[in-house]
């Protein structure tokens, strides 16, 4: 078999090598030929530069990358071309026989995927978090465990066939990469791909308080445990003080009110998939929230600053302001093509610092102030901040106008934060 991969990043390096491994001809394609050097090192056939539609010739498959968009040419012409065209995703899966607990979601699906790969660990299941995550599943593929956690993009999912978990996460949906799927029905539909093969043995866990995913969650065929994080639902799941899953109740730790529904959705997809109640609870214990997720780097004279770069879009944003009453918000990047106005103009917004690419967009929405870099935001936020008042880099946009990644914005607000407040010891975030 003669298989073109799209993309050279660390789906698609995973792709080709375990088609490789699998026996087949593999090919790669890159517009970046610096992407390409591993591969070339490894002696894979690479193209980069301009696309042509050449590059199909006498390929039986194309594996594509989240980093192509469905309206992309490689994509269009591979589609236009009638061969078939999967995602690195569904190519993994196709060549894994053990079971898959799948979750996508607007946000919270990395807190949940990690979350239910730990309690199933804990309670001695040979599981690993795999996906968007982190490792690829064509690298878990190449030898697989006893049971994977796949974090699913919408990216991923959009191009599956056969791909079909025994537990499907659905956390929420909102409006999300619009500038990849060009309109939110569309995103919708390709989220909605997490259970379309599922049979009527197979569970989708969903967000109980969430309209989209739980009318999204009426079609799966299989059976449907909805869980809130607000109260105790009809399927006996959710939060009423203790975190409540049939007759289990477990003490939750000192977080916000959205990571308690990430814990609780977590909860019943891991004990659906086998893990114990003690393994689930111990890892309810020691939960604390990921890296550069509504992490605090400091206190000083009363103002907090807190760290959510992996916020990029409104609603994950919205959810962070939310969680304080007075906040001095350092929001922008590069939009998605998504609506910031309601995050801007939240009630506990008391000032705003517009950033990067959609700082005039920003500035057009509310009154605001512009910086050109993060040490600059920093250094506004403090003349603005009093005592009660949170600063909170929220920024509802993706990194990459000034970034390679969220991470590293958010190392850069913690590096310029601590370097304000002139407290190096501060522990790392």
């Not at 056939?45 to 040419?73: A, C, I, Q, Y």
């Not at 977080?255 to 689930?280: H, K």
Request: charge should be negative; aromatic fraction near 6%; charged fraction near 20%.
């Amino acid at each position: 078999m003669n298989i073109l991969v799209l993309g050279a990043a660390v789906s698609g390096a995973a792709a080709a090598r375990l088609a490789r491994h699998l026996g087949y001809h593999v090919e790669i394609y890159d517009r970046r030929a610096a992407a390409l050097s591993a591969l070339r090192d490894e002696a894979f056939v690479v193209h980069s530069g301009v696309w042509v539609p050449d590059h199909l010739r006498n390929k039986d498959l194309v594996v594509t990358s989240p980093g192509f968009p469905e309206h992309s040419p490689p994509i269009t012409d591979a589609l236009s071309s009638g061969i078939p065209l999967v995602s690195e995703l569904e190519f993994a899966s196709m060549h894994m026989d053990a079971p898959l607990i799948a979750v996508t979601g607007t946000n919270g699906k990395t807190t949940v995927t990690g979350l239910i790969a730990d309690m199933l660990v804990a309670s001695g299941v040979d599981a690993v978090a795999a996906g968007n995550i982190g490792t690829a599943l064509s690298t878990v593929a190449l030898d697989p465990p006893a049971l994977t956690v796949v974090e699913a993009s919408s990216f991923q999912l959009r191009f599956i066939d056969s791909f079909s978990p025994s537990v499907a996460v659905v956390v929420n949906i909102a409006p999300d990469h619009l500038d990849w799927h060009g309109t939110f029905d569309a995103y919708v539909a390709a989220k909605a791909r997490i259970f379309e093969n599922q049979g009527p043995e197979d569970v989708v866990v969903v967000d109980a308080d969430d309209a989209v995913a739980s009318d999204l969650a009426r079609q799966a065929p299989g059976r449907t445990i909805r869980v809130s994080g607000h109260r105790v639902t009809e399927d006996a799941a959710g939060f009423d003080g203790d975190i409540v899953v049939g007759d289990q109740r477990m003490p939750p730790p000192d977080v916000g009110a959205s990571f308690l529904l990430d814990l609780a959705i977590a909860s019943v997809a891991a004990l659906e998939s086998g893990a114990t109640p003690a393994g689930v609870a111990g890892v309810i214990a020691g939960f604390s929230t990921g890296p550069h997720r509504r992490r605090l780097v400091g206190e000083w004279a009363g103002v907090q600053w807190v760290d959510d770069s992996k916020a990029t879009n409104p609603h994950a944003a919205i959810a962070a302001v939310s969680s304080y009453p007075s906040v001095v918000l350092i929001a922008g990047g590069r939009n998605k093509g998504l609506d910031l106005e309601p995050l801007v103009t939240a009630p506990s917004v008391k000032a705003v610092i517009a950033l990067g690419e959609a700082a005039e967009e920003i500035m057009a929405l509310t009154p605001s102030r512009r910086a050109a870099t993060i040490d600059e935001a920093v250094a506004i936020a403090d003349e603005i901040a009093v005592a009660g008042d949170t600063v909170l880099l929220a920024p509802g946009c993706a990194s990459f106008d000034m970034f390679d990644n969220y991470a590293a914005r958010g190392d850069a607000f913690v590096t310029a934060v601590r370097s304000t407040k002139e407290d190096s010891s501060w522990p790392a975030a």
